[in-house]
């Protein structure tokens, strides 16, 4: 059989939510499963990394999608002409586009529906793309994989569709996330932050993260804990965005831009805990991380957040800043507390893994591949 893959997002040395879900997943099933062929669609020249064994082919299909105007075109006419020129069987999509008019069995991922929710967040012309496209897709598409339980709910709720046509499939997190050494702990803390213990936040920089009021609540805890640091790990979403640093904090306040994952891994290890605000999340993939690595966790008490956390966090109010700093300087303050997070996090970071998001994700497929 020949199975599509929607690879737009495996940008070389710019992989972020969309790509790394997307790698981490079709390396597996394609290396598991040499009996079919994979077809992988870009829209630009890719990396010779991505060619993960024998039976994977690359595909170019333009145009370059830098607009939303371009998304429909790529989705509405290139797709559908590629989907017939290579025989496809089933198209796989992580991102959620497919095209309208196929008669070929399409799997769409929708992550979360801030955009639906929270449409201030995006410029007009991206959230109006999302909002007239995604209720269209999300009832072309054979079957939908969310990766929360509450983004399932949402989706089912927000466009009307039967609960069968939407599965709940957990993402997970790369092997290298682990407890580290004291003293790359100490060579990690000297490059990002001043030689200073840290909290760390990871995520692109966009209005439903919350850096705005995270930034905030450290300017409040700092005044008690001066010896502490910020390091914001994640790149600007859109171009035109600008971060309001209080003056009392800004030498106190690192913005890595965008880290590979292996310094990504470094620093999250190295961090005296993760703080996570966003206000709206599908999934949450840096909480995991932090479990992985050791890492307490402070985090917003909104969405799929304490369904993925459970108790390997403490929880706050995210559009509550008093309550952030609060909440930070609880887990300063208590040892025993940080221990039990800790503790927690191992447990619980065992039922997050990219082997058991592939399976289940190809199981999902194969259902389709037989109709």
Known sequence: MN????????????????????????????????????????DRPYSKDYIFSKNVHAVVVGPVTRHPILNVIWGSISLKRALAKYNIDLFWSPDGICNLRTKIPQIITIHDLNFEHNPKDL??????????FYPR????????????????????????????????????ACDHFSPIGLDEKNEVRTKYACGRPFFVFVGSIHPRKNVERLLQAFS??????????????GSNMWRNQSIHIPTEIQEFVTFTGHVNSND?????????????????EGFGIPLVEA????????????????????????????????????????????????K???????????????????????????QFLRK
């Open 123 to 132: 410029p007009w012309f991206v959230r109006n793309y999302y909002r007239i």
């Open 220 to 233: 409040i805890y700092h005044k008690k804990y001066t010896e502490y640091h910020l390091v914001i790990v």
């Open 137 to 172: 897709f999300a009832k072309k598409a054979q079957h939908i994989i969310s990766v929360s339980k509450f983004s399932k709910n949402d989706i089912i709720k927000s466009y009307d569709l039967p609960s069968e046509k939407v599965s709940t499939i957990y993402n997970g």
């Open 340 to 366: 039990e997070l800790v503790y927690n996090g191992k447990e619980r970071v065992k039922q997050f893994s990219w082997d058991n998001t592939a399976e289940k994700t190809w199981k999902v497929l194969e």
């Open 291 to 338: 479990m992985k690595s050791g890492v307490p966790i402070v985090s917003s008490n909104k969405t799929c957040l304490p369904e993925i956390a459970g108790d390997a966090a403490i929880y706050f109010d995210p559009f509550d800043v008093e309550e952030i700093s609060s909440q930070m300087s609880r887990i300063n303050e208590d040892s025993n507390l940080r």
């Open 264 to 280: 990504l891994a470094k620093i999250m290890g190295s961090s005296f805990a993760l703080v996570y605000p966003p206000y709206f």
């Open 3 to 42: 199975i599509a893959i929607n690879c737009r997002h495996l940008l070389s040395n710019k992989l972020e939510g969309f790509g790394n879900y997307t790698l981490e997943i079709c390396k597996r099933i394609c290396k598991n499963h040499p009996e079919h062929q994979f077809y992988l669609f870009f």
